[in-house]
């Protein structure tokens, strides 16, 4: 049976596991009456939060097509943000884009106010007063109910509760960060930080992009590949490959298959409200749901600890947002005349 859980402090009860629309479409199966069927198994199975966003191909409107009669059953969240054209000005989080973005939202989704609208990634080029001041007009035109981020490291969730606050804008309610058994960086400040704020939080890849599905083995045939459909990369990694190893001998040793450890390690942290199933077929999501009443013993997550020690990440998934200053190059580096100029002043 699925569990339930406040999604922070907005009122709102979401199902454990939500279902994350992504791989719905032509990103994943272009079969839209197949994508249908697995949101109406989903609804079925009692899971009531839906994720998407308008840069997932034709996702929207498959989940808004599936919706039609069911619209009242589902919390219902989406994204903004991500280029969804080769328009400069089609992405970002000015409000200039943000007000058109929700517009073509709303119609694909088939639906008069979307429950979570969330900034998709970071945008440190864009003002995030600049943001929120959107959103809030959003929420006010009673377009969206809540409005939530992703992505963000613990200093721009702070920044951005503190800009609400001293502006009297709406805050951000949820944050969707990347989280699993390889990749715990999130524990030592993301989770804390959204605990602090009443924030909800919507874990994304906790299957660390299919690795925790027993497929990638050491010593197999794991070359690094990269998807056509998706553009994401799982890295070959001896040490990821071998804590998976250990981890696979741990979930043969408990009984239980290591999808079901993954999804149930990640609803184990008291911070966590739901976390993202991305199902592609119908038996990928019967195999997920098989596993939502699995509840881990002390005893297990010690025995994970010994493998991936918390707030450990063993190889983040090429996916995972790390912020200018670590992409710009330009950020990291002194020019060469600084450089010198630094250490004479500091040799004198």
Avoid: C
Wanted: glycine residues 10%.
């Amino acid at each position: 049976m699925m569990r339930y859980r406040p999604l922070g402090a907005t009122g709102i009860q979401v199902s454990t596991y939500a279902l994350g629309a992504m791989m719905l479409g032509a990103l994943g199966n272009p079969d839209r009456r197949d994508g249908i069927r697995v949101i109406h198994r989903a609804l079925d199975a009692g899971i009531t939060f839906i994720d998407t966003a308008d840069r997932y191909g034709d996702s929207e409107d498959v989940v808004g097509e599936a919706l039609v009669g069911r619209r009242d059953q589902v919390v219902l969240a989406t994204k903004f943000s991500g280029p969804v054209d080769d328009d400069i000005n089609h992405r970002g989080a000015s409000r200039r884009w943000i007000m058109q973005a929700v517009e073509g939202s709303l119609r694909r989704l088939q639906t008069d106010y979307i429950d979570l609208y969330q900034l998709h990634r970071p945008q440190p080029g864009t003002d995030i007063e600049e943001t929120l001041s959107a959103l809030t007009d959003l929420v006010r035109q009673g377009k969206v109910r809540a409005i939530g981020s992703s992505s963000m490291r613990g200093s721009e969730i702070v920044e951005a509760q503190w800009v609400s606050e001293r502006r009297g804008f709406e805050r951000f309610r949820t944050e969707q960060p990347n989280y699993s058994l390889l990749d715990r960086q999130i524990e030592t400040e993301v989770l804390p930080v959204a605990q602090r704020y009443g924030m909800g939080t919507l874990i994304y890849s906790p299957l660390a992009g299919g690795t925790l599905t027993g497929r990638y083995r050491a010593g197999g045939e794991n070359a690094n590949f990269r998807s056509v459909r998706t553009g994401m990369r799982h890295f070959r990694d001896e040490r990821r490959l071998a804590a998976v190893e250990e981890l696979l001998r741990l979930s043969d040793e408990i009984g239980v298959s290591l999808t079901h450890l993954a999804m149930a390690f990640v609803t184990a942290h008291p911070a966590v409200t739901s976390a993202i199933v991305g199902a592609r077929t119908l038996e990928q999501l019967e195999d997920t749901l098989a596993g939502s009443e699995l509840e881990l013993s002390d005893d297990v997550l010690d025995r994970i600890d010994a493998i991936v020690a918390p707030g450990e990440s063993i190889g983040a998934m090429d996916m995972v947002y790390r912020g200018p200053e670590v992409g710009d190059a330009r950020l990291r580096r002194r020019p060469v005349g600084e450089r010198s100029a630094a250490e004479s002043e500091i040799a004198s």
